[in-house]
């Protein structure tokens, strides 16, 4: 994991394309800055750890709603999932990604930083009973926060999570 955290700073701080499908956001600055994954990328890193993904439209296509595309993922996103996985021991199960059709926003599933994940009962209770409870969203949905900063709405049918940062990865 240091290894790949290195790589990361290296490319934040050249803008160079260190492997495929692994690049930095073009305009991105200082604190805007985010490296960007491709599906496959992310599909790998998700294989690697035993994270699976579904689609109710069964595509990855990032311009259709029915898909779970991880295209232009913050790779800080993919090592959150990565994190997560780790440290609770539990199945992770992610139903949305990068895809049009979920709000907008900075800090927004097409933006790369949110990733949804199916609701089960070890990963809710994870969740719930480790990370600090933060109160109700604008739309209802209580949250968490965890100590990295991360942010896991209940959002009724599936995980709403917010990722900041790698968590520590």
């Not at 949305?96 to 199916?118: F, I």
């Not at 409870?133 to 709403?160: F, K, T």
């Amino acid at each position: 994991m240091k290894l790949r955290s290195a790589l990361s700073a290296l490319v934040l701080a050249t803008g160079t394309l260190l492997t495929p499908g692994v690049g930095v956001l073009a305009g991105a600055t200082g604190a805007q800055a985010a490296t960007k994954i491709s599906h496959a990328t992310a599909t790998s890193m998700f294989r690697s750890s035993g994270i699976t993904w579904s689609s109710s439209g069964g595509c990855s296509d990032r311009n259709n709603a029915t898909c779970t595309s991880f295209e232009q993922l913050n790779l800080a996103t993919a090592q959150g999932a990565q994190t997560l996985k780790s440290a609770s021991g539990c199945a992770l199960n992610l139903t949305g990604g990068t895809e049009t059709g979920h709000a907008s926003g900075t800090y927004s599933h097409w933006n790369g930083y949110k990733l949804d994940m199916a609701k089960y009962a070890c990963v809710g209770g994870y969740i719930k009973n480790t990370f600090t409870y933060i109160g109700l969203r604008g739309d209802g949905a209580p949250q968490w926060r965890s100590g990295a900063g991360n942010v896991y709405a209940d959002e009724g049918s599936h995980w709403d999570v917010l990722f900041y940062n790698c968590g520590g990865c």
